[in-house]
């Protein structure tokens, strides 16, 4: 007799996994384990970081590596030919992030994070030790094309824990690449240029005098080395049947086909999923309507992340808060450290309760007046001035992150899991693009504000974040019917 205590598979589902499948292993594993799976969350953890931080580290210092290679001919000069070097990346990223996440969903999650890592370990080490623009231009270009990391780490992250847990595996993600975009900068800030800055150190005829910006490409290359190895024993969890098998699981149990007797569950259902998972998964309307809300969101964050830095620094005069770049710094690595608290242990709760796309309005309903306040705070000083960007700072982090999350959920969970990695693969594309002309556009508009403070009607910076609220706004609007609405059972049948 068995044992009670011991959890036992459904016998429809039983007759689906496959010895040879790493998918059905996974499968079996979730379905055996009911906690927490921390040593994938943990690998979930350090990829995510792995991809974050060469995208943030070279901004530190990119200003004075561009003039070390004598590129530009005037100092007002420097700043155009960096914005290429920081494009290349996204640029690159938005050409392959699809074809990575085709990739993904044929061969398998794993092959491709290690790809992605090998490539960080390889063209990011380059691209600290360049000696011409060109040279610094093409290993970034390279890095992007290569780097198919974060679509099939969010298809992985809620493959493989059980649905419950989904919530909890994608935070970790977006906390990790927060955290990146926080350390990142740290890394590059503090370890470029170190002959300069610790001369008892690092003597200048020595490596990392005669390449200045090695030493924090180095420093992110060692960690993915090791985040490389670690993830040899990432398991796979996407399925790999034999011609007999099918990738979906069947809604109702019926006769087998005479060509495959040991295959359960073969019947009309089946056969039209199997046609509709043959359809472009453009065609899957949830999964659409979640990629533009993902790219909206996704531009209004990394519009406020430029416009913050520009208007936290820039002087009281023209509505700034007259803050250095250390005080900037403290303000996002308290945020930082604030969201892991709240994405670790509070969200997955809440989330649980109100569902993503519930949860979703309720912070953009409140994301709205909070971005309104901010120009406001330029009134303040001393002690209560800090307090209160850094309260504002925190739960703007928090809302954009709520909103991340609860959009990478509904993408995930829209299609099935031989078609994610691709799904994937669109948002990062789209999001690469929508992130490479956020920031242009976001520095333009603060740059026209700081020229018309004298304006009757939403003079100087309030007029930056009311256009930050209306993209907002037209967000919020979108999550409702027409645009987003829950897919019912058949329709979900059909996208899957």
Partial sequence: MADPTTPLLEPSKEAFFHENCPGCKQDRRNQLHLGIPFREFFFIWIVALCSALPISSLYPFLYFMIRDLNI???????GFFAGFVGSAFMLGRSLTSIFWGMVADRYGRKPVILISLFAIIVFNTLFGLSKSYWMAITTRLLLGLLSGLLGPIQAYASEVCRKEYQALGLSIVDTSWAMGLIFGPAIGGFLAQPAEKYPSIFAREWLFGRFPYFLPCLCISLFSVAAFIVCLWLPETIHMHSECSLEYEPIEVMEAPPH????????????QRRWFSEQSILR?????????LYCIFGLQSTAYTEIFSLWAVSNKSYGGLGFSSQEVGSVLAISGISLLVYQLVFFPCIAKHLGPINFTRVVAVLSIPLLASYPFMAKLSGLDLKLTVNCASLLRSIFSSTITIGLNILMNNAVSQHKRGAANGMAVTALSLFKAVAPAGAGTLFSWAQNHQGASILSGDYIVFFVLDIFGLVGLMLTFKPFLTQPGKEEITANN
């Fill in 72 to 78: 530009a001919k005037r100092a007002q000069d420097i």
């Fill in 260 to 271: 495959c007797p040991n295959l359960k569950g073969y019947g009309r259902e089946t056969k």
């Fill in 284 to 292: 899957n309307r949830l999964l659409r309507s979640s990629i533009v």
